[in-house]
Structure formats: structure tokens, C-alpha cells
């Protein structure tokens, strides 16, 4: 029989507004095998704690129940106050008396009936608690950063800093991301190449980094501290360590009609490609796709200019197997397609653009060498609109936009307009804004500037239809403050997209068992207080992957990240979840149905040597449940038909004792 | 808002199905109207007015007969408000009460063209004569 102490806690107010905390510890002063019943205003505190210990001693308790606030809060606390006191720590219970009950009740007596039999309901849980002992798993000390850009690059060097080796994944050629292929960075106006390529570089030249670009997980397996990855490296057709990156085969290569990724299709590649001349690896790639030799056996100029001897028509894909302590999301993001938006023009005419397009028609690198011409004719713009929120906060159309505020299009068009108007003063510039969102440091300020020393016309109100005629833009809006509609005939109108995740941020997720929002951005464990980590254990967030960040904010979560992964990987060994998944042999029939529901691969099934009554020897096939990979979410108790599989801590007995106690 | 105001507003709201306080004051709805300049209300002030239960105004204005019902605004509208709806619940109201008599006879020779057909006047009699 136990000897159970019971704890009410006021919550200051919180809780003892609305349950009458003294009648519950009366009231559990009666139940079967509680010996103690005792409240105090904050259990949590060191009194509170303290009050506890004393009556494990005085009263020689063998299990505790504290009705408190939900065991998220506090739970950890109070099995570390049972273990200071010398009991086992999972001879604690809470009985969650303040989110479930006196926050939803209104009045004293529904909210202490409620709490007396949530408190009677942990009362017959311990009674058939046991000491529960948690294994150790040991920690690989390695971190795997998946996805290249801004996010990734800074999450690599922190943890490489601390020492810990570190390997990228990029999908691309190249890592650099959406930042190298910005022009500006707000509110300072650095050039983004200038502040990126120096990390592009450090990430290169350090030897705890290794990058594997043009190359994506395949495969992934095992729990924190022990990933094993599968990383499929495609072929690229050129010898990575042979190539010197000197550019010769890019200006032979006869194919040079390929719409170049890297300046969104407003100009032209050639087969065998370098993404942009400070790209890391800088090695060529040939675009199978595209490349004559590759598709119909002729050509191979490359191959012949090549004086490195790095081209390898034969090449294939790779498969690269790794074991990991951590994995890094850093996916990062992409601007929806335009497509679908057929009042603002955008496959009608060459001239109207997304804001990352703009980006690549200003920079030095970019299709027009940074000069700001419009598309269409290369002529110079004299009147440009920039349409904001194009698919962000719009929730009548899931298929074409988002419901959210992508959060960094008010600041970027800022740019966009400020710039314009400060290379090119003949030019009229009109932002057309729901609302102007600028929060962070130096923000607004940097917007007002815009207005008031660049005289960039910002207009309330949402641009209805752009139509094309002639070589003009007929933009037609509304002025909301001065209740007029506008029509301009613009030259160039540009398009402030909403962004979403990377599509292969879903199935990643999916192989990652890391969950994600209705927008497929990741979920953070806690949006407030676990911002950079996963659910998952072992599996963080960098970067746009958990919902839209601009460049200073990736950088602070990438270093967060960071930290989170050197704490984990700072560890020798782990200290599992004891509450875990256990199969009773002797009932287990064999048949496989947890193993197919277990997300985690953690059953397997083995022969095992049983003897039978009439003492023969019969080999049984029976379930077994690796308890490290274990996670304890109990869907193998439910599939299980014979019973066998039991939750430890959370076993049906004590489940039925809780709903008897409930129900009684 | 006094009570006729608010019961105005409940008999909008209920024959149109729009739900006013969806707008995010975008203003696309009229940035997008091809009949805005023929309008003294427009659609996005037939939505805030609305809302606020200011709908005496929108009843007396011609600006009902101006909306081409074109659905442009509903079809465009970010926030699923569908302005045209609501326009078109006041206009019904409008036309529906009682004692408005909204086309006398004697106005039908101004209205007359060769390419307005017959059927439309007889239509109009029985609709907007009450």
C-alpha cells in the first residue's frame, strides 16, 4: 500500500478564485492511501518545494499527488523535489486543477467538485505507480545543417565555433540562399553579396564544415543523438575536388540558351554553368537537362577545354551515409507564383515583376548589369508602382495566396522605392499599401525616409487591375484617403509577393517526424519559450523554414539554433524518457500490428525460446521495443489486440484506475 | 448605433450573407470598380458604412443604380467580404419599401431611347412603381 502525500496549490489567485483549495485537500484527505493532505499559496516556489520534502520525511511518503497548474508547467519541478526528498521521481503525479479547471469554471462549487475528482483521478494513478528508472543513450557528435542559405551558413559556423564538426546539405550548386541573390539589405543599404560572400567563404575554409551542395537527405533514421542520414548527392558531371571553378567550360559550352535560375529567367545560361562568380563550391555543374552530350552522346567541349580533366560524363548519384547528434531546418523560403493573379497582369507582360526580380534588375551581377530597365524593351522606367501584400494576408484565396503577413515586403519595397528614387531622380514612384508594417529597430525611420527626403508616393489603398496597352501599364487603385481612384500609366509595376516555405520542406518534415503548421511551416515546441526547436527532439529550426524572417532575424534564431545544438551535443550521454512502450511476452501473439503504427521505428520483432508447461521448448516470435527510440506516444498499446503492450507510467491499469476514480 | 439603425443593418447583413467586419480596409474592392467614378458611396464605403449601421445615406444615394454588379470586388477581394452582395441587399431594400414609388409615369419620357426595349419599362412599373 502507498503512503501518499497530497499538495494543493492556490496559485495565488489563479487557482483559489475559483476552487476552494482547502475543501479539495479536505476532501482528498479520505481517499485510499493518502496519509498527508496539505495547500500552500505557490507550491512551486522554494517554501512550497520545501513543504513537500518535509512531509516525505515526517510522513514517509511513497508517492506524491500535486494539484497545480498543467504538467507542462511544473512537472519537472516537482519529480525534482521528490527526488531531492529521496523518492522516485515518477512517483509524482499532477493533477492539472488550473488550465483544465479553475481558469474554464467560473464559479467556486462547479470548480472544487471539478478538482476534487481530477485529485481523486491522480490519487488512484499512484496508487499503482511504480519507480520507473530512464536509460542512457549515448550522443554523436555531429551536426547536420540542412539547407545552405543565410540560416544554415550562420547555424554551420556557430557550432563548427564551439567545435563540433558540421555538415551542409544544399540542394543548389552552390550555398548563399535568397541572400545572395539580394542586392540591398534594409535598413543599412549593404550590399548583400558584400556581407554574405566573407561567410560564404569562412564556411569553405573551415575544417569542421563540410558542404554538401547539389545534394539532398534521403533517407532519415534513428532519434537525438543518433541520425542516421542518407544523403543523396546528385551528379553534377564534374569532379568536385579536380575543378578549379576557372569558367573555361562556361564560356565554351555551345548550349547557352538556358533560362539562368539565379536571375529568375531574365537572361540566359549556358549548360555547364557557375551560379555567380563568388558561388561556394566554386565548381561547375552541368545541367543534364540541358547539355547535348549528356542527352544525344555529341559535343563534349568541355571535356576538351577542360585542363584540369574535371569533366566526368559517367558520373551518377551518390549515396552518403552519416550518423548525426542534431539536425538543423533551415529550408528557408520561396515567393509564391504570381501565376494565379490575373488582375495584376504578371504572364501577360514582361513588365510587371516580383520584388525578387527587381532585386536582380538592380544588382551589378543581374541581367541588366544593374541598370534598371524595364523588360520588356530595356528602356528606362519613368513611372513605377510597387503593389504590396500581392497574395499575403489574403484569405479568400488558398489556392492563390496566404492568409498570413509575409513581414518582409513593407521593408524591401521601402528599399526598392527609396533606391529608385536615389539613382534615378526623373522617376515617379508610387507604393500602393494595406498597411505599412514596420516594426524593428531603425524600420520606420527608414520608411518616413522613403516619403520624406525620397518622395516616394506612398498611397493607401490596394491596386485593383493592371492592364497592359501599348507599351504602357494602365494601374488602376484606389487613393482611400483622399476617396479618389487613381489610373496610372506606369512603366513598370512590381509586385511584393508573399513567401511560403520551400516545397521540400514537406516531405523532409514528413521523414523528420517534425511537425508543421497549415502553411507547412514548421512548428516550433513552444512558439513563446522553445522558439528554435522542433517538437522532435533533436530536430531545430533556422531561419524562414518556421514562418517569414528577414535577414537580422534568421541570424539571431540560426545562432540560437546553434547554441541549442552545441548544448545537446556538449552531452556524453542522454537521459531517455523512462515512460516507454514494454511488451508482456507471454501475451504477445506475434502479429506485427505495433510494429507497423510504431512513427518510430522503435519495435522490432524477435524469435525467442519460451518453455512451454510440459516443459518442451517452443521459439516464439515476439515484439520487442528498443526503449532509446521509444518516444512513449502509446500507439502501439492501442493497436496491440492481445494486450500485451503496455505504456510504462501510462499503463492501462493505471489509465482505468484514473476513469474508475473519474467516474465514480 | 440606435435600433432602427441596427435592425437595418441585421436585415442587410441577413439577405446579403456578407460579413462586414472581414475587411481589412484594403480598398481593392474600389480600386478594381469600373463604375467608381459614377459612384458618390463606393464599394468599400458601402462596406464600412454598413458596418457602422450608417445606412440611411447609402438607401437615398444613386450610387445603388450605379453598381454594374460586375462581381469584379467579389472576385478580387482578399478577405472574402463580397462588396457587390451588399450593395445588392441595399439596393433590394430600397427597392422593396413600401410607398417608394421609384418610377412614376410621367418620368418615363425622360428615360425613353430607341434602344431601351418596352419589356424593361414594364418590368421597371412592376418592380419600382409601389
Same mark, same amino acid.
Given at each position: ?81 521528490? #527526488? @531531492?526528498?529521496? %523518492?522516485? !521521481?515518477? *512517483? &509524482?503525479?499532477? $493533477? ?95 550590399? #548583400? @553579396?558584400?556581407? %554574405?560572400? !566573407?561567410? *560564404? &567563404?569562412?564556411? $569553405? ?460 | ?130
Amino acid at each position: 500500500m502507498q503512503r501518499i502525500g497530497v499538495f494543493v496549490c492556490w496559485c495565488g489567485s489563479n487557482i483559489a478564485a475559483t476552487v476552494d483549495v482547502k475543501a479539495v485537500a479536505e476532501a482528498l484527505k479520505s481517499e485510499p492511501g493518502v496519509v498527508y493532505s496539505a495547500d500552500y499559496q505557490y507550491m512551486c516556489s522554494q517554501a512550497g518545494q520545501d513543504l513537500i520534502k518535509e512531509a516525505v520525511k515526517e510522513h514517509n511518503l511513497t508517492g506524491i499527488v500535486v494539484c497545480s497548474c498543467s504538467p507542462r508547467m511544473h512537472e519537472a519541478t516537482f519529480r525534482k523535489t521528490a #527526488a @531531492a526528498a529521496g %523518492l522516485n !521521481p515518477y *512517483m &509524482v503525479e499532477i $493533477a492539472n486543477i488550473r488550465e483544465q479547471c479553475s481558469w474554464v469554471h467560473k464559479d467556486i462549487p462547479s470548480g472544487t467538485e471539478k478538482a476534487i475528482i481530477l485529485g481523486k483521478a491522480a490519487v488512484a494513478k499512484v496508487n499503482l505507480n511504480t519507480p520507473l528508472t530512464p536509460g542512457e543513450s549515448p550522443v554523436t557528435k555531429r551536426a547536420l545543417v540542412i539547407g545552405g542559405g543565410i540560416a544554415g551558413i550562420q547555424t554551420a559556423l556557430d557550432i563548427a565555433d564551439a567545435g563540433f564538426p558540421v555538415d551542409i546539405v544544399e540542394k543548389n550548386p552552390t550555398i548563399g540562399g535568397k541572400m545572395a541573390q539580394l542586392d540591398k539589405t534594409f535598413p543599412t543599404l549593404d550590399c #548583400a @553579396a558584400c556581407i %554574405l560572400t !566573407p561567410k *560564404m &567563404v569562412d564556411v $569553405a575554409q573551415n575544417d569542421k564544415i563540410r558542404i554538401f551542395s547539389y545534394s539532398e537527405v534521403s533517407e532519415i533514421k534513428g532519434f537525438v543523438g543518433n541520425f542516421d542520414v542518407t544523403i543523396r548527392k546528385k551528379a553534377r558531371y564534374v569532379k568536385e575536388d579536380v575543378c578549379t571553378g576557372c569558367g573555361l567550360c562556361v564560356e565554351k559550352c555551345p548550349q547557352k540558351k538556358i533560362p539562368n535560375e539565379f536571375n529568375l529567367g531574365m537572361d540566359n545560361r549556358s549548360a555547364i554553368y557557375i551560379p555567380f562568380a563568388q558561388a561556394v563550391p566554386k565548381v561547375a555543374t552541368i545541367d543534364a537537362e540541358a547539355c547535348t552530350m549528356l542527352k544525344k552522346g555529341k559535343c563534349g567541349l568541355c571535356s576538351k577545354v577542360c585542363t584540369a580533366g574535371a569533366i566526368d560524363y559517367k558520373q551518377q548519384d551518390e549515396l552518403i551515409s552519416e550518423k548525426y547528434g542534431a539536425i538543423v531546418v533551415a529550408t528557408g523560403f520561396n515567393p509564391i507564383s504570381m501565376e494565379k493573379f490575373d488582375e495584376y497582369a504578371y504572364s501577360q507582360s514582361k513588365d510587371v515583376i516580383t520584388s525578387l526580380e527587381f532585386e536582380r534588375l538592380t544588382n551589378a551581377a543581374g541581367p541588366t548589369a544593374g541598370k534598371l530597365l524595364r523588360p520588356s524593351d530595356l528602356k528606362h522606367p519613368h513611372t513605377i508602382v510597387f503593389v504590396q501584400c500581392v497574395g499575403s494576408r489574403c484569405a479568400s484565396c488558398a489556392e492563390k495566396g496566404k492568409e498570413y503577413c509575409s513581414k518582409i515586403c513593407c521593408m524591401y519595397t521601402a528599399k526598392h522605392a527609396m533606391l529608385t528614387r536615389d539613382k534615378y531622380p526623373d522617376t515617379d514612384v508610387y507604393v500602393f499599401y494595406i498597411d505599412v508594417r514596420t516594426p524593428g529597430k531603425n524600420f520606420d525611420e527608414f520608411y518616413r525616409r522613403a516619403v520624406e527626403e525620397y518622395g516616394v508616393h506612398y498611397i493607401k489603398g490596394m491596386v485593383g487591375k493592371v492592364t497592359p496597352e501599348g507599351d504602357k501599364l494602365k494601374v488602376r487603385a484606389s487613393d482611400l484617403l483622399n476617396n479618389k481612384q487613381l489610373n496610372i500609366d506606369a512603366d513598370l509595376v512590381v509586385l511584393a509577393a508573399a513567401i511560403e516555405p520551400d516545397k521540400s520542406a514537406r516531405p523532409l518534415a514528413t521523414m523528420l517526424t517534425a511537425s508543421m503548421d497549415t502553411n507547412d511551416f514548421f512548428t516550433e515546441a513552444h512558439p513563446k519559450l522553445r522558439p528554435v526547436e522542433s517538437p522532435t527532439a533533436g530536430v531545430f529550426l533556422s531561419g524562414a523554414c518556421q514562418g517569414p524572417k528577414d535577414i537580422p532575424e534568421t541570424v539571431s534564431q540560426a545562432g540560437a539554433a546553434a547554441s541549442k545544438v552545441i548544448g545537446l551535443l556538449a552531452k556524453d550521454k542522454l537521459t531517455g524518457n523512462p515512460c516507454v512502450a514494454s511488451s508482456d511476452e507471454l501475451m504477445c501473439n506475434g502479429c506485427s500490428s505495433c510494429e507497423r503504427v510504431c512513427p518510430y521505428g522503435a519495435i522490432s520483432y524477435i524469435d525467442k525460446e519460451f518453455r512451454m508447461p510440459d516443459r518442451t521448448v517452443a521459439i516464439r516470435r515476439v515484439a520487442s521495443v528498443n526503449p532509446a527510440v521509444c518516444q512513449g506516444c502509446g500507439a502501439c498499446t492501442v493497436a496491440c489486440p492481445s494486450g500485451a503492450m503496455d505504456l510504462r507510467g501510462f499503463a492501462s491499469g493505471q489509465i482505468m484506475a484514473e476513469v474508475d476514480a473519474i467516474c465514480k | 448605433m440606435n435600433n432602427k439603425e441596427k435592425l437595418l443593418k441585421e436585415e442587410i447583413l441577413r439577405m446579403s450573407g456578407v460579413n462586414p467586419v472581414k475587411c481589412m480596409r484594403c480598398g481593392k474592392c474600389s480600386g478594381t470598380c469600373p463604375a467608381y467614378d459614377e459612384m458618390e458611396y463606393h464599394p468599400h464605403q458601402f462596406v464600412s458604412m454598413v458596418e457602422s449601421g450608417d445606412i440611411e445615406p447609402l438607401l437615398e444615394s444613386k450610387s445603388l443604380y450605379r453598381c454594374l454588379t460586375c462581381f469584379a470586388c467579389v472576385d478580387r477581394c482578399p478577405r472574402n467580404v463580397e462588396p457587390a452582395k451588399l450593395v445588392e441587399a441595399v439596393r433590394l431594400l430600397a427597392v422593396r419599401k413600401q410607398g417608394a414609388n421609384h418610377l412614376k409615369p410621367e418620368d418615363v419620357a425622360a428615360v425613353l431611347d430607341d434602344d431601351t426595349p418596352q419589356q424593361l419599362l414594364v418590368s421597371a412599373f412592376r418592380k419600382y412603381a409601389k
